[in-house]
């Protein structure tokens, strides 16, 4: 029950090719966790290549670090469990120690396996605070304590992926077990335009479309804000059609192609 998600590899449904731009973030995970997921005996000789046990993904809310997260099980090939810190704490106060239990040996049997932890700030924030309550240092405690007792064996199966838009809220402690901390970065107007080229894929749209236009009148979008975006652009045409209905003017029952002023006025809007 506390687990939000468990979703084998193979069902996970989103590739890094449905992922727009941070190709920098995709070439990273590619060498820190697919290749000695898919490759394990590459990396069992000497101490240099060691597969890692905790990666951090940060950056503003919206840019894609969930989406970052099931599509690097899907080309991992691993088993995909997802929780989150906030409801871990909130939802499970007194059983830490069995809770934790319960997650690692359920992922020991998942494994090769990936647990993202969405919030991880909530769950493993920094320390000491005056008003921390007893139940969430009980519970960060536990879980740092199954997680450094992963054997090594299951350690090259088992990735921790954290998530967060706080990072700076994280206990050093924590920080250490995440040697490697991914920036997911808003996306500039290229990589806007290409993030909105996926989006629109499928869409009806107006000959030459303008992409880069739109691309540059959407400074400091992340890509769920583009999401929202293209829906509710998306959305004019629909809406066109019922009012003229309504009116009596319903000459052709066919959508018309979206234009760029449907992105400008849902954009206003
Ligand atoms: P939060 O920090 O708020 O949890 P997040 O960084 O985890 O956000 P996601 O939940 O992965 O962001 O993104 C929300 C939605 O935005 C995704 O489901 C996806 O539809 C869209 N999205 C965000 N970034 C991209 C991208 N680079 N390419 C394609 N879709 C994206």
Redesign the pocket.
């Known amino acids: 029950n506390f687990v939000s998600a468990v979703v084998p590899a193979d069902e996970i449904g989103v590739r890094f090719d449905?992922?727009?731009?941070?190709e920098d973030v995709k070439k990273a995970l590619n060498e820190l966790v697919i290749l000695p997921m898919r490759r394990p005996e590459l990396f069992a000789h000497g101490n240099l290549l060691r597969p890692c046990k905790g990666i951090l993904?940060f950056?503003?809310?919206?840019?894609?670090?969930?989406?970052?997260?099931k599509a690097l099980a899907t080309e991992a090939g691993a088993n995909f469990i997802s929780i989150t810190g906030s409801t871990l704490t909130s939802k499970w106060f007194g059983d830490a120690e069995k809770l934790t239990k319960a997650l690692f040996s359920f992922a020991s049997k998942l494994a090769p396996v990936i647990i993202f932890v969405?919030?991880i700030d909530s769950l493993l924030g920094a320390r000491g605070g005056a008003f921390e309550h007893e139940a969430t240092r009980r519970m960060r405690n536990e879980f740092m304590a199954a997680w450094d007792g992963l054997r090594t064996k299951d350690s090259q199966r088992i990735l921790i992926l954290g998530?967060?838009?706080r990072p700076f809220d994280l206990d050093d402690a924590v920080i250490r077990r995440l040697p490697r901390r991914i920036y997911?970065d808003l996306?500039d107007a290229k990589?806007r335009e290409k993030?909105l080229r996926?989006?629109l894929a499928k869409e009806k749209l107006e000959s030459d479309f303008l992409y880069d236009k739109l691309a540059k009148e959407t400074d400091g979008y992340?890509?769920?804000d583009?999401?929202n975006l293209c829906i509710a652009a998306a959305y004019r045409p629909v809406q066109e059609l019922l009012e003229s209905e309504k009116a009596g003017r319903s000459e052709s029952a066919l959508l018309r192609p979206l234009n760029l002023d449907d992105f400008i006025q849902a954009k206003s809007k």
């Open positions: 449905d992922i727009g731009a941070l993904l950056g503003p809310p919206g840019t894609g670090k969930t989406l970052l997260a969405d919030e998530a967060t838009n997911v996306p990589n993030i996926i989006f992340s890509g769920s583009l999401k």
